[in-house]
């Protein structure tokens, strides 16, 4: 028997994140506790009820908590060029009454925090979008930093951004935020868009998720349409997959900063790749290169199973 890696997902969903929620749902060796959700893609209000969908789609039920609906300092704009107004490329309406209609836990810090309070082992954490979150819960209680196993995100980058030239969307949405949780000393991995911008998905590949087959597959083909035409990769399912399916990439450890106060630099992530670094700094588990068909295939592997 398979022993499950608990894990909370920490989102902004999202068209990439429906994959990744779905994906840790599905996926025989993680067990997902909770979703909490963000602003960031979409406003709040959005993300949330699209959770809620999300997990509608999930055979045992799932909390969702109601996060942060902005940064801790400056609010940044949204990403619904991208992701469509609704964060689900204008299909929300056609898929609402799959949504869990289980009440929205009124606060997402306080569902991290009963939530890893509960769990008899250490659990992942897996922020797909904005750092508020998780930096809220370091602060508020950093008793509970034993109880978190690593926090595995999707952020940042090291050699081009995509909101700006060098600073990626989830970092620059709360930068903050993203310090806090990056100087925490809690082991975190990265998937950053070095390795994002790898998992880019071509029109044969998105028929293969149609030919699964279920409701859920037709709902994540469907959303990736709008998406698609701004943006092929599957950022988010990377962070995931980093600790499911960890033999599929390889990884670097190095210390990295987060800037912000630059004034063209704000939201960059710095690594420090000098052969004399101070190596008593933390280290961050960066994941730099998958092969495609093998990440495809996994993908398809897991999307198959029941969630």
């Known amino acids: 028997m398979i022993e499950k890696i608990p894990c909370i997902i920490d989102t902004d969903p999202g068209v990439d994140d429906a994959f990744a929620i779905l994906y840790a749902a599905k996926h025989p060796k993680l067990e997902l506790l909770a979703i909490t959700t963000v602003f960031g893609n979409v406003g709040l209000e959005y993300t949330s009820r699209n959770a809620q969908l999300l997990a509608g789609y999930i055979s045992k039920p799932i909390p969702v908590g109601l996060g942060h609906k902005q940064a801790l300092v ?15 490329g204008g299909r929300y309406d056609t898929y609402k009454e799959h949504a869990s209609t ?9 569902l991290l925090k009963e939530t890893l309070q509960k769990s008899s082992e250490s659990v992942v954490l ?8 998780i930096a809220s819960l370091l602060l508020a209680y950093p008793e509970l930093k034993p109880k978190i196993r690593c926090i595995s995100l999707m952020g940042g980058g090291f050699h081009h951004g995509n909101r700006t030239s060098i600073a990626e969307f989830n970092i620059l949405s709360d930068p903050e935020a993203a310090r806090i949780v990056f100087e925490s000393g809690c082991p975190i991995v990265m998937a950053g868009l070095d390795i ?34 701004h943006d092929r990769s599957l950022h988010d399912p990377i962070a995931v997959m980093a600790i499911s399916d960890p033999e599929l990439f390889e990884f670097v450890n190095v210390h990295v900063d987060v800037e912000t106060g630059g004034h063209f630099a704000t939201g960059a992530t710095i690594p420090d790749f000098r052969k004399k670094s101070n190596q008593s700094l933390s280290q961050v588990k960066v994941a730099m290169k998958l092969e495609h068909s093998s990440f495809m295939d996994r993908l398809i592997e897991i999307l198959r199973k029941d969630a």
């Open 102 to 110: 289980r009440p929205l836990h009124p606060n997402s810090v306080q």
């Open 126 to 133: 897996f922020p797909i979008g904005p750092l508020t979150n």
């Open 196 to 229: 994002t911008d790898q998992a880019s998905i071509n029109q044969t590949e998105l028929n293969r998720i149609l030919e699964i087959g279920q409701k859920e597959s037709q709902l994540l083909y469907e959303i990736l349409d709008l998406y698609s035409s």
């Open 74 to 88: 400056v609010r940044k704009d949204d990403a619904g060029v991208t992701h469509g107004s609704d964060g689900f």
